[in-house]
């Protein structure tokens, strides 16, 4: 069998996946420290030139079922929804999501950063710490000057290439009808002035209307003697001797090198192994090296090495609620995209070749407000949410609720009415309350885990999506594009519900229009809705968590796993407690913290 690359028996440091964060920490040491030799093993294939992760329009083709650039992973049946097979994916590929994501910018509050320092103990991870970091990644196109944004990183931001009519609509229409938020030109300055304010949403796409990722601008971009980046190696395991990590078996992986060997091979470490496959790889690595909740480990016949009882738990995501709304036809919208259109999008390139504009050079996503009840609306969401207002949120004025977008096209609509055009409104929780778990479900690692995503488990998270659906509904039905609801893909209400929808609504109510109104046999029919068609946002976090070992911490605050020598975990499954935005700059933030902290560590500076 053919052996598609040359790994060397040792390094001095192995990275056990090739994600955003691991890209970063690997580059940013290789050039701090040339005398060290580092290699990077990826699960997934490499992303370098090609057109599909470079093309911003093209993101959600690496959401299809065949797609050979993300992982999927599916919950068992949860209580708290209707819908229990619900897949979460995350990026399987040289880059990791930053190579497939929505490229959505929009960073997280200080206080999200601050509670991972003074309530779970780790000092250095605070804002005023991590926001430098952010702002060193990144050159932020569109005011480089703007408090609390980069302007010299390798990450650029601009608005892409086209603005979509819901983008602006929903801006102008939103501000005015919630006339306690205005517009705003800031939505993601860390602070209270992002919060209740709609603004146009900037995307990780550079000037030239290229994607903007780890892959080619931490290291494509540059050449790197003392690092080696192999795409379609799978880790099966950490190797740990009298308590110290040596390295790391691996295998080729068989859907990026079919006709590879899948022989478990050997490679050494000799001052450090970096777990980094994300919240939904990383805890399996460590559970099948025997770092783990002890009855699972001999469930399986793992030896136990380092019991540790918070591995896989702690599992949080952003459960998001997407309804579709019908369109004027002449809107554009990402719709044909979304379908696979291929003769749509053979028809698009060129103009995208040729300016860097058009649908293939935006995402349809071109506004957002992060909502956050004011003190005379917290009523409205019912008593159950009460306790978690008080709790979460209330003390804390630069924390959303949650997340209220429009985008222009609607994926899962398209492809069922493929003459039709949408828009639809996604509401994605913020902080949810619930919380779920992953585990290993056997040693094959092609066999999906033992996975709750445990949504809506929590009454708060359900109060809050329903009052989000009402709030959204009001805006979309005074946007002058608007066209009817897709009754099929909204709740239904009761016959005679004052909630119930005029079906002879088939374009814009007047501005002053009257309010929907609703029962609780009205509330039961939009909370039964929101559990039978919640998906993911895509932004799972927290399952090796970075807390003290007696609350069910996995690494301490320098990233060491408990009670192992020589081995980090850094990625997205360190988060102690949630953030309320797209993880992206959460991803960034980690890699380049990790990097600074194993650089001091081995007599260097990042």
């Known amino acids: 069998m053919s052996t598609p690359h040359t790994i060397e028996p040792f390094y001095d440091i192995v990275f056990a996946g090739g994600g955003t964060a691991a890209l970063i920490v690997a580059t940013l040491l290789a050039t701090a420290l040339p005398d060290l030799k580092i290699a990077v093993l ?7 030139g090609k057109f599909e992760h470079t093309t911003p329009g093209l993101y959600i083709s690496h959401l299809a079922p065949t797609s050979k650039t993300a992982q999927f992973y599916f919950s068992k049946p949860s209580p708290g929804i209707g819908n229990p097979m619900g897949d979460r994916c995350a990026g399987m590929c040289v880059g990791g999501g930053s190579s497939i994501n929505f490229m959505l910018y929009n960073r997280p509050s200080a206080s999200d950063y601050d509670d991972w320092e003074t309530k779970y103990g780790n000092k250095g991870w605070g804002s005023k710490n991590i926001i430098p970091l952010l702002q060193k990644a990144e050159t932020y196109d569109i005011e480089p000057t703007k408090v609390n944004h980069g302007d010299s990183g390798p990450l650029h931001i601009t608005y892409g290439g086209d603005v979509f009519d819901i983008g602006k609509q929903y801006i102008d229409v939103g501000s005015k009808f919630e006339k306690n938020r205005p517009q705003s030109d800031e939505g993601s300055g860390f602070t209270a002035d992002s919060i ?28 790197f003697k003392n690092l080696a980046v192999f795409d379609g190696v799978r880790v099966n395991r950490v190797l740990v001797t009298n308590g110290t990590a040596t390295g790391v078996e691996y295998f080729f992986d068989k859907r990026v090198h079919e006709g590879a060997s899948k022989d478990l091979k050997i490679v050494s470490a000799s001052k450090l192994v970096v777990v980094s496959a994300g919240a939904m790889g990383s805890p399996l690595i460590l559970e099948r090296s025997g770092i783990g909740r002890k009855d699972i480990l001999n469930k399986f016949n793992i030896p136990v090495v380092q019991e540790l009882a918070g591995v896989g738990e702690n599992y949080q995501d952003h459960p998001a609620v997407f309804t579709p709304y019908y369109a004027d036809p002449e809107t554009t919208t990402m719709d044909a995209i979304f379908r696979g259109d291929a003769d749509f999008v053979a028809k698009v390139i060129p103009q995208y070749q040729k300016d860097r504009t058009g649908w293939l050079a935006t995402n349809g996503v071109d506004a957002i407000c992060k909502m956050r009840p004011h003190p005379d609306e917290v009523a409205q969401l019912g008593p159950k949410f009460k306790k978690y207002w008080d709790e979460v949120l209330k003390d804390y004025p630069d924390k959303p609720l949650f997340i209220l977008m429009a985008t222009g096209g609607s994926p899962g609509d398209a492809p069922a009415e493929p003459t039709k055009k949408f828009i639809c409104h996604n509401t994605f929780l913020s902080y949810a309350a619930s919380r779920g778990y992953l585990h290993i479900s056997s040693t094959d690692l092609y066999a999906n885990p033992d996975f709750d995503c445990g949504y809506f488990t929590d009454p708060a998270d359900i109060a809050a999506v329903r009052w989000g659906y009402k709030k959204a509904r009001e805006i979309f039905r005074r946007l002058p594009i608007y066209r009817g609801p897709r009754l099929a893909a909204h709740p239904q209400f009761p016959p005679g519900s004052p909630a119930a929808w005029d079906i002879e609504e088939k374009g814009p109510v007047a501005f002053d229009a009257p309010v929907f109104t609703y029962t609780k046999e009205d509330d039961e029919a939009i909370d039964k809705f929101s559990r039978d068609v919640v998906i993911t946002s895509w932004h799972s976090l927290g399952t090796c968590a970075m807390k003290p070992r007696d609350q069910n911490g996995v690494v301490d605050s320098s990233l060491n796993v408990y009670g192992i020598k020589n081995l980090k975990v850094a990625d997205l499954s360190i988060p102690p407690s949630n953030v309320h935005s797209n993880t992206y700059a959460t991803a960034i933030a980690i890699g380049e913290k990790a990097a600074t902290i194993i650089a001091e560590e081995l007599g260097g500076k990042v």
């Open 196 to 223: 209740n304010k709609f603004f146009q949403m900037p995307k990780w796409i550079n000037k030239d209307g290229i994607r903007s990722d780890v892959a080619h601008y931490y290291y494509y971009n540059l050449e």
């Open 42 to 48: 990826e699960s997934g294939p490499g992303v370098k």
